[in-house]
């Protein structure tokens, strides 16, 4: 199955490049990514990319969680193509289409899974910045597995929840996803419906 989960961390804050709209200048510490293919975790220094893009121009369907207005605009200064033609599942966008508003990695992981992220964004920008390398490798595998989890058992149960920040509880989000099989090619995008 040509699918792969994908998950990066950054060198810099938004406020050390100038705001949100600046992804490109974020840098990246260290890409992390599940390979259905093999089966196993990977992860990627900067200097290593070059391994990434050699896998992403295979053009796997590329599963992440708001990998479209994040890893992916992150990642594009290094590749020598357009990532955002990659087909793609977002997580995230899956859910704000449903519900309105974005929802956060650990509340939908907490909430269906049961288990949540081990640290935020920031956590990884000190991992970097004191050469952590291995505390940095773990973290951001630890969010490729959760993403992985929320994918499966999407496709599985199809449904994911998250807890609502308007004090109405447990919110429920009914999805329409498959798992790709090597017979069937992914659609350039996978929507909800």
Same mark, same amino acid.
């Given at each position: 199955?040509?699918?792969?989960?994908?998950?990066?961390?950054?060198?810099?804050?938004?406020?050390?490049?100038?705001?949100?709209?600046?992804?490109?200048?974020?840098?990246?510490?260290?890409?992390?990514?599940?390979?259905?293919?093999?089966?196993?975790?990977?992860?990627?220094?900067?200097?290593?990319?070059?391994?990434?893009?050699?896998?992403?121009?295979?053009?796997?369907?590329?599963?992440?969680?708001?990998?479209?207005?994040?890893?992916?605009?992150?990642?594009?200064?290094?590749?020598?193509?357009?990532?955002?033609?990659?087909?793609?599942?977002?997580?995230?966008?899956?859910?704000?289409?449903?519900?309105?508003?974005?929802?956060?990695?650990?509340?939908?992981?907490?909430?269906?899974?049961?288990?949540?992220?081990?640290?935020?964004?920031?956590?990884?920008?000190?991992?970097?910045?004191?050469?952590?390398?291995?505390?940095?490798?773990?973290? !951001?595998?630890?969010?490729?597995?959760?993403?992985?989890?929320?994918?499966?058992?999407? !496709?599985?149960?199809?449904?994911?929840?998250?807890?609502?920040?308007?004090?109405?509880?447990?919110?429920?989000?009914?999805?329409?996803?498959?798992?790709?099989?090597?017979?069937?090619?992914?659609?350039?995008?996978?929507?909800?419906?």
């Amino acid at each position: 199955m040509n699918t792969i989960v994908l998950d990066l961390e950054t060198k810099f804050t938004f406020d050390e490049v100038g705001g949100r709209d600046k992804n490109e200048l974020l840098g990246i510490s260290v890409a992390g990514m599940y390979d259905y293919q093999t089966g196993k975790y990977i992860t990627y220094e900067e200097t290593e990319l070059p391994g990434l893009e050699e896998r992403l121009s295979k053009k796997p369907l590329v599963i992440g969680f708001n990998i479209k207005k994040f890893d992916m605009p992150v990642l594009k200064p290094y590749l020598h193509f357009d990532p955002s033609t990659l087909p793609m599942l977002d997580i995230m966008e899956e859910i704000q289409n449903v519900v309105g508003h974005r929802i956060g990695l650990d509340s939908v992981a907490q909430t269906t899974l049961g288990a949540g992220k081990s640290g935020d964004g920031l956590d990884a920008i000190r991992y970097f910045r004191a050469g952590e390398m291995d505390k940095l490798k773990k973290y !951001c595998l630890d969010d490729v597995r959760l993403t992985k989890e929320l994918y499966e058992h999407g !496709c599985k149960h199809k449904e994911l929840f998250f807890m609502s920040k308007y004090g109405k509880g447990k919110v429920r989000v009914e999805l329409n996803w498959e798992m790709p099989t090597e017979d069937k090619k992914p659609d350039a995008q996978l929507g909800l419906f």
